[in-house]
């Protein structure tokens, strides 16, 4: 059995913004970098890698929906730019997870 690594981010009560459903998101979403990042350490194979982002994509483009909605919902007055910072992480993580199924295939 493969020793544990340490997770890559530890939840942090200070995040909490009072909203339980997007509180337990967020901890959701350190749970699956958390996941990801234990796979990695482990040398997991590209296909489980592959998996967990996948995972990690998808649940982060829900959350950003769900985010922007309430955040439009009361008027946030930096929504465009918050917006804007959701889309390029949303890249960064398809980018990462597109070369991990290229190489995956090499």
Same mark, same amino acid.
């Given at each position: 059995m493969a020793a544990l690594t340490a997770p890559f981010v530890n939840?942090?009560?200070s995040w909490l913004i009072g909203v339980q459903e997007v509180d337990a998101? =967020? +901890?959701n979403l350190v749970s699956l970098l958390n996941? $990801?990042?234990q796979a990695m350490g482990e040398g997991k194979? +590209?296909?489980v890698l592959?998996?967990?982002l996948d995972g990690l994509v998808?649940?982060? +483009?829900? =959350?950003?929906s769900t985010e922007e909605r309430? $955040?439009?919902k009361i008027g946030y007055p930096d929504l465009l730019?918050?917006?804007r910072q959701h889309i390029a992480l949303t890249k960064r993580c398809s980018i990462f997870n597109r070369n991990l199924r290229r190489a995956a295939r090499a």
């Open positions: 939840w942090n009560e998101q =967020h +901890k996941q $990801l990042h194979g +590209k296909d592959g998996g967990i998808s649940y982060t +483009k829900a =959350h950003f309430m $955040l439009e730019e918050h917006k």
